[in-house]
Every structure is written in C-alpha cells, then in structure tokens.
C-alpha cells in the first residue's frame, strides 16, 4: 500500500492549490522524513522502504511549494517609499 502513496500525490498535481491542506501535507513530509531514516538506520537496510518514503517525500514537498505559493508565501514584499 505504502507504493500506492507517491502515486496518489502524483494524482494530486492536476488538483487547485486551493484543494492542498498546509497540515495534512506538512504532516506527510515529515512522516516520510522519519520513516526514510527509520529504513536507512535499520538492519539490514530496507531499500525498498526507502525509495518509497523518498518519491513520497519529493511529491510531498512539491504540493506543499504549490500550497505555499497558493497561500502568498513566497510573494515579494513591497517597501512603499514615500514619494516627494
């Protein structure tokens, strides 16, 4: 089931930011991030689990840029200089 996780992000790409949760997808990226280290750390190393959790990680990461962007994080700040 844990193969399925990164196609369904990839899925998700087609979808409005708008639909994104901030939470849900900050949650999946460090739920990945642990268990990518749990995989490299154990003996013997699971590859199989690691390249799982590490697709998921890149998918997730890219709908939470979307989301981020979608939310104004990334936009430029204006300093308005008084004019004279």
């Given amino acids: 089931m844990k193969l399925l996780g990164g196609f369904y992000g990839l899925v998700d ?3 409005p930011p708008e639909m994104i949760s901030g939470n849900m ?3 999946m990226c460090v739920y990945s991030a642990l268990f990518m280290r749990f995989a ?3 003996q013997p190393r699971n590859y199989l ?3 799982c959790h590490a697709s998921n990680e890149s998918v997730q990461l890219y709908q ?3 989301w981020a962007k979608s939310q ?3 936009q430029q ?3 308005k200089a008084p004019s004279t």
């Fill in 40 to 42: 490299w750390m154990v």
């Fill in 49 to 51: 689990l690691l390249a």
């Fill in 13 to 15: 790409m087609q979808k």
């Fill in 77 to 79: 700040k204006e300093d």
């Fill in 25 to 27: 997808t900050g949650a």
């Fill in 72 to 74: 104004g994080y990334f």
């Fill in 64 to 66: 939470f840029s979307r």
